[in-house]
T-cell receptor, first 114, second 113 residues
Framework: SAVISQKPSRDICQRGTSLTIQCQVD?????MFWYRQQPGQSLTLIAT?????????ESGFVIDKFPISRPNLTFSTLTVSNMSPEDSSIYLC???????????FGSGTQLSVL | AQSVSQHNHHVILSEAASLELGCNYS??????LFWYVQYPGQHLQLLLK??????LVKGIKGFEAEFIKSKFSFNLRKPSVQWSDTAEYFC???????????FGKGTRLHILP
């Protein structure tokens, strides 16, 4: 199984600022995923991050708002840019195992935007 | 685009009651199906999965789920729930070859002691 460390675990931010969330995995993984879980909602996939290429964004999410870096096979960052209260959510990093059979999740970042 | 529907948002049961949580998906192709559970204050974790073979899948902690292809359903069951099953349960679908998993909105299960 993969162990995923996510930082920060929570933050309270002012409107208009940006926050970068880090995701560190204890093993090399090909695909990393960023999800958002808004209050009372399900997990929504933001983007898929592959090492060495640009992230693939889902409908409703754009790179200018959620830039992603994937510098190597064990690390990724998600930035939430120009934040508004609607961005208040839990952001989750996840990875697939080598066989692609299971998603492992980080503990999440609880973001509150004032 | 694929989607996942969970019929119940909030379920309250007494201990020893039987549980069935509904899940339907919309996708015409071949899928992999999952149930994830999130206990209070913990990470999401895999409860069980279906890839192929026997459509009745057994997972951890006495849970099982049945894939009924004709109904596009993957309902989660447990014959006798325990207080420790209090958690949020998410059904999820992955279309084969797509490499991304789509989640339902979740069902919050509350077991009364």
């Amino acid at each position: 199984s993969a162990v995923i460390s996510q930082k920060p675990s929570r933050d309270i931010c002012q409107r208009g600022t940006s926050l970068t969330i880090q995701c560190q995995v204890d093993s090399q993984v090909t695909m990393m995923f960023w999800y958002r879980q808004q209050p009372g909602q399900s997990l929504t996939l933001i983007a898929t991050a592959n090492q060495g290429s640009e992230a693939t964004y889902e409908s409703g999410f754009v790179i200018d708002k959620f830039p992603i870096s994937r510098p190597n096979l064990t690390f990724s960052t998600l930035t939430v840019s120009n934040m508004s209260p609607e961005d208040s959510s839990i952001y989750l990093c996840s990875v697939s195992d080598r066989l692609g059979e299971k998603l492992f999740f980080g503990s999440g970042t609880q973001l509150s935007v004032l | 685009a694929q989607s996942v529907s969970q019929h119940n948002h909030h379920v309250i049961l007494s201990e020893a009651a039987s549980l069935e949580l509904g899940c339907n998906y919309s996708y015409g192709g071949t899928v992999n199906l999952f149930w994830y559970v999130q206990y209070p204050g913990q990470h999401l974790q895999l409860l069980l999965k279906y890839f192929s073979g026997d459509p009745l899948v057994k997972g951890i902690k006495g849970f099982e789920a049945e894939f009924i292809k004709s109904k596009f359903s993957f309902n989660l069951r447990k014959p006798s729930v325990q207080w420790s099953d209090t958690a949020e349960y998410f059904c999820a679908v992955e279309s084969r070859g797509d490499d991304k998993i789509i989640f339902g909105k979740g069902t919050r299960l509350h077991i009364l002691p």
